[in-house]
């Protein structure tokens, strides 16, 4: 089951201006998440105490939402609150990425979703960037633009046309010609190469290091930079890397830098590696960790580097949770 939220103003306590808004609302909500409604359980309506001609619930009923549960409350008279305004809940069978409705005054209440909110979190290896920003995404009710995928559609581009990865402008046409698109289906990214979805395939151990030779070439950054940016211009999304903050979107208003010591990296890498099956010693995670992050601060393209206006957080003694909810405070505490 999903909870699927909203609201809407109404311009005057009329029956007639909250059937029309009751109507909208609900249709915005089933065009947005495609509902049918059998799948529909129980739509729950509260509404602001200057609003007493008539129940959203009735109007719910009128405008054909009679197969499910319907239920109208009265919020209490809350000083500097919303004025005319009808929230709504709405429960539903399946557990897909629920999408979020706000209009008319009511985008006020939610300005995350309302309006395009970018993120960007930037870190060394093993900071948990990836975890965290996928949480605060499922939190937020945005998307997370796994950017790596991008970079190993070009290299599965390679190897699925035996193309000579290590000549420089065999893969400089390729990128130039390259047909990648980036779509989103029940909140999951899908990565489309020449139309086809290779979201499985591009997770080969092979493709992953093939992914991560091409993307020293400068061109194939700015090609997929280019395309992390078109993104983030139509779409709210949280995006994580080395250099979100400082080059792909400098602009972001929220930008964070997570960080723990080498130690304390080494050992969630090693722990994870275990759990897999993997034999590495924590010495050798260790090492390797310390190499990334040389690697990664001087390369001579896109260097890890925090932001001048990044909020930086050391998660080396902080939980999961602990990070993911800081990151979300911080946000609401701008919006």
Known sequence: MKAIRGATTVTADTPQQIRESVKELLGAIVAKNKLDFDNIICIMFSNTADIKSYYPAKAAREAGYSSCALYSSLEPEIEGALKLCIRVMVLVEGNAHPEHVYINEAKSLRKDITSILNIAVDGPAGSGKSTVSKLVAERLGILYLDTGAMYRALAYKCVKDNKDYGDKDVVKHITNKLNLKI????????????????????????????????????????????????????????????????NVLPGCKFKFYLTASAEVRATRRFEEDKAKGGRQTYEDVLYEINERDFQDKNRAVAPLKKAADAVEIDTSDMSIEEVVQEIITKIQEQI
């Open 183 to 246: 779509q989103y289906k029940d909140g999951k990214q899908v990565t489309l190469l020449d139309g086809e979805d290779v979201s499985e395939f591009i997770r080969t151990p092979q493709v992953s290091l093939l992914a991560s030779y091409v993307s020293t070439y400068s061109f194939v950054r700015q090609k997929m930079v280019a395309l992390q940016r078109e993104i983030a211009q139509k779409t709210s999304c949280i995006l994580d890397g080395r250099d979100i903050g400082t």
